[in-house]
């Protein structure tokens, strides 16, 4: 998958593309619900399903690049130990989330009262760091994530979680606890800022 797929992805696929995510939450939700009910198996899938999920979304989130795979490992431990509250009204990975979401608050909370060594938050690292290696990138090494940082921060956020991790759209807009019409104008943005940072970059490189 190229990069311009990904900004500009082709609309007869989207159909197929929500209804494979679909079956998939389907079968995410059953794990965790199977997991609730004490299924060692259930446990696992469910945990693995998600795990990259949860390490884009807490590295887009915080700002230590060293404390992504802390907060992921903290995210479903506080999962694993509420399952009992989970009814499955949600999707497994829309709560999840937002358990991940908690988990990076409490620990701004947490490091409020320490001194901080920088003020710039290092998050584009820890995306690379916990993202996977085929991830694709602009073509001539121009990096995707290189150009996220120009964006504002709400429709970074669309993006990374619509484009990169791919969460459906009423998942993302659950998460980050808006209308689902909001999201899409966000990643709409996103997507025509990033195409025309493209622009500019290539015509910077052009002799």
Known sequence: MTTSALLDPPAETDESASCRDQLMDESITAWALAARGG?????????????????????????????????????????????????GRSSARAWLLSIARRAVIDSYRRAAARPRLSDVPDWQSAVERAQPCDLPGFDDGIALLDLLTALPEERREAFLLTQLAGVPYA???EVSDCPI????????????????LLDEAEEARRP
């Open 181 to 196: 019409g909001t999201v899409r104008s966000r990643v709409a943005r996103a997507r025509a800022s990033l195409m025309d």
């Open 39 to 87: 299924d060692p198996d259930a446990v696992e899938r469910f945990v693995h399903a998600l795990h990259r999920d949860v390490q884009r979304y807490v590295a887009h989130l915080c700002g230590d690049a060293q404390a992504v795979d802390d907060l992921a490992q903290d995210t479903f431990l506080r999962a694993l130990a509420g399952l009992h509250r989970f009814e």
């Open 171 to 173: 998942e993302a807009a």
